[in-house]
């Protein structure tokens, strides 16, 4: 405790003191070199300040601004001897662990056993990354597994485990609201972007989006999924499509449904798919590729088509108040850094930007345009995932250089145990990075506080104000 009111005080350290200052120089020099080794090898998270701020930031009722939380029938499944089941297997298979890692197939003899001889060795080279490591919180707290040592038995033991917590969906609602205490999850249903009634987990904890993804590319039917096609759209609302300006009026139309579905923002993912450098261009030119089968248009016209919807949407977003969701950094790597949106972000003075993923890598450079434009908010959704380390420092660097009103997270997992992973590594990685600037002399603790329930809770709830009527718990905010 003394070390906490020491902290709150910002009085000068306590190992500095009158004797010490009597010392020799040269003792004194040996004496400082022994406190900054011990103060560098000391792992944060063992700090009172560290303690008190993650005990806060853990007490906080999150709103997690972007999840891909699936329907509960569309959990992953494995085939087991008595029909199919979610399983170990099937959990981790469907995270980000197999982006970079190995994963054995599901065999053919239906046997967690057979599964689990060769799987058993796929993590070597995984120990270290965080995405296996964001796992681990769900297996221990959730499971009470240690991963990094599990035994045979244990293994066969929590995939019986899991595969019981799914036999209904009590689990996935108990998970994220109790275990995970997640008030409010946006959900991003790429499975569905524009299917409104049907797509979104039915939870009172469930906010609605509108992915705009497809929209942006819809020039024509082919260059459309199946549940995302804005001509099935006009075609079931009975509302032409032979023009551009149809066109215009269907997303109109599309944009109203989605308010009337109680959806909060938009969303958009180009950065899987094209670059990020929307240019202004005339509608004339857009118009050329729209209602063209492929073949007839070029990849230039396509662009030009796109970079119009882009910033027709951008104007949207700010005259329906729906924030505008970017996925910014890791995706196709070339055309996906953040810096590629200032023009569009200059110009848009009234729409409201959220980078998302803090842009990885360029963590900066997400920074400097939040830094420069009031109309952006950095979202760490999935940034403590990609590299832990990077996360806890992006924190530091963003608190550093923008206000503290405008950084938000999200877990951006599809099952209950990877949300709960995720959100762990976030609450963690948010309480380091804080508790460092405590000790450090470089912010007093109970700021440190506030700035934790801000960005777990309280900047989502002042950046999408109709949340406030979708909040659930009766207690408090605590
Ligand atoms: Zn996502």
């Known amino acids: 405790m003394q070390k906490c009111r020491q902290f709150e005080t910002g009085s000068p350290q306590p190992w500095i003191s009158r004797s010490f200052l009597l010392l020799k120089p040269f003792a004194a020099v040996a004496v400082l070199l022994a406190v900054a080794i011990a103060a560098a090898g000391q792992d944060i998270k063992t700090t009172e300040a560290y303690k008190r701020i993650r005990d806060v930031i853990d007490r906080t009722p999150a709103v997690d601004t972007h999840t891909h939380l699936n329907p509960f029938e569309m959990m992953p499944t494995d085939a087991m001897p008595d029909g199919s089941a979610v399983t170990l297997h099937s959990v981790i298979g469907r995270t980000y662990y197999t982006w970079t890692n190995p994963l054995s197939s599901w065999p053919d003899d239906r046997s967690f056993d057979t599964w689990w001889e060769s799987a058993r060795d796929d993590f070597e080279n995984a120990r270290a990354t965080s995405f296996y490591r964001f796992l681990l919180p769900a297996w221990r707290d959730l499971y009470d597994v240690d991963f990094d040592t599990i035994t045979d038995q244990q293994a066969r033991e929590l995939n019986q485990s899991i595969g019981k917590n799914y036999a209904d969906d009590k689990w996935y609602q108990d998970v994220i609201t109790a275990k995970a205490n997640i008030e409010l999850a946006f959900v991003d249903p790429y499975w569905g972007r524009l299917d409104l009634e049907n797509a979104f987990p039915p939870y009172r904890f469930i906010v609605p989006l509108l992915n705009v993804t497809s929209l942006v590319r819809a020039s024509h039917p082919s260059r459309t999924g199946e549940k995302d096609n804005p001509f099935e759209f006009a075609e079931k609302h009975g509302l032409p499509m032979d023009t551009l300006d ?183 990685s948010v309480a380091e990075a804080l508790a460092e600037k405590v000790v450090r002399d470089e912010l007093r603790i109970e700021h440190a506080e506030a700035i934790g329930r801000k960005i777990m809770r309280e900047n989502a709830l002042k950046l999408f104000p109709q949340l406030e009527s979708r909040l659930w718990r009766k207690t408090g905010t605590e």
């Open 246 to 428: 149809d066109y215009l009026r269907v997303i109109d139309s599309i944009f109203q449904a989605a308010a009337e579905r109680g959806c909060v923002c938009l969303k958009a993912t180009h950065a899987y798919e094209r670059t990020l450098s929307f240019e202004r261009v005339p509608k004339a030119r857009a118009a050329i590729a729209f209602g063209q089968p492929r073949e007839k248009v070029t990849d230039a016209q396509q662009k030009d088509f796109e970079d119009f919807m882009f910033w027709h949407i951008t104007e949207l977003s700010a005259k329906h108040n729906l924030p505008f969701q970017i996925h910014t950094g890791q995706a196709r790597i070339q055309g996906s850094n953040p810096m590629l949106l200032v023009d569009l972000i200059a110009a848009n003075p009234k729409t409201k930007f959220i980078l998302f993923h803090g842009g990885f890598p360029w963590v900066g450079e997400s920074a400097v345009i939040a830094q420069r434009y009031r109309n952006v908010w950095l979202d760490s959704c999935w940034l403590p995932t990609l590299s832990y380390s990077m996360a806890r420092r992006a924190y530091q660097e963003w608190l550093d250089a923008i206000p503290a009103d405008r950084i938000m997270w999200g877990s951006d997992c599809v099952h209950p145990e990877g949300t709960y992973g995720a959100t762990v590594l976030t609450r963690r």
